[in-house]
């Protein structure tokens, strides 16, 4: 048998009904406002560290200037003649008087998913010009690296001619 409430009794539940909401509200407030905190300050860290590590564009620029060019490595057939190209260019701006280039041939290395394509050069310049070409090497797009560089000089020519060297240069670059 249920009886009826009376008005007082009405009230005590109502006020206990608010206080447990209340109760689960101010709990889950509480949480989320800690979760919000930790946020903000996440955020705050991540800003400061991105301010320090934002360069002006002056300094990206000078940054970007320094760091090599590269192409990604295209078809064996196109490649051979793209790298081949660009490096003759580059030893005649060099002023290296080089015999034709010798192509020894295409690799493959467990370490990069392309082949590695070699390319000997052979030629006859002087101790500085040789400095300036592989100094200007990075700008050539395909140039992977210097793999072997071997320089003789003839001892048995006067002092004057002892300028020039003779040069045996072997470059690689990747080919698919």
């Not at 990604?72 to 015999?99: C, H, M, V, W, Y």
Request: aromatic fraction near 6%; charge should be positive; glycine fraction near 4%.
């Amino acid at each position: 048998m249920a009886r009826k409430l009376n008005e007082r009794e009405k009230r005590v539940i109502q006020i206990g009904v608010i206080a447990a909401v209340a109760i689960f509200a101010f709990t889950l407030g509480a949480d989320w406002l800690k979760g919000w905190g930790e946020a903000r300050t996440a955020l705050a860290k991540a800003r400061s560290r991105l301010a320090d590590v934002e360069a002006d564009r002056a300094k990206q620029a000078a940054l970007l200037s320094i760091v090599p060019v590269f192409e990604l490595p295209q078809p064996e057939d196109r490649q051979k003649f793209l790298f081949r190209d660009t490096l003759l260019e580059q030893l005649k701006k060099a002023g290296i008087n080089s015999e034709p280039l010798q192509i020894l041939g295409t690799r493959r290395t467990k370490a990069v998913p392309y082949k590695v394509l070699k390319v000997k050069v052979k030629g006859k310049c002087k101790f500085d010009q040789l400095l300036a070409f592989l100094a200007n090497a990075q700008e050539n797009p395909y140039l992977v690296g210097v793999e072997e560089l071997r320089i003789q000089c003839d001892s048995k020519q006067p002092p004057d001619k002892r300028k020039e060297i003779e040069i045996e240069l072997t470059v690689s670059t990747f080919v698919e």
